[in-house]
């Protein structure tokens, strides 16, 4: 997704990694417009909506604007693809 809307209505509540099942996401990180850290999970199935980033850090809601994402991904194959790109954080 392009944006989402943390805004306690458990719609968009988190950003979370899908695509086609089977595969496995090696690491997925989240940083801010200056390369700050914000968010990292890893070792995790695609598709898993209990992992995902909720628009906070260090317990602080981060305000709204485009926060950058990174992401490994392996296949079943084993073949591994990395991703990056863009998110909207919506208040």
Do not use: C
Not at 4 to 25: M, R, Y
Not at 63 to 72: D, I, K, N
Request: aromatic fraction near 14%.
């Amino acid at each position: 997704p392009t944006g989402f809307a943390p805004a306690g209505n458990d719609l968009n509540q988190a950003l979370h990694v899908h695509g086609k099942s089977g595969t496995t996401i090696n690491v997925f990180r989240i940083f801010d417009r200056w390369g700050e850290l914000l968010y990292e999970s890893s070792n995790f199935d695609i598709n898993d909506t209990s992992i995902g980033w909720d628009g906070t850090f260090s317990g602080e809601e981060m305000p709204s604007g485009v926060y950058v994402w990174f992401l490994e991904a392996q296949y079943e194959d084993g073949v591994t693809e990395i991703f990056k790109g863009e998110t909207t954080l919506i208040r």
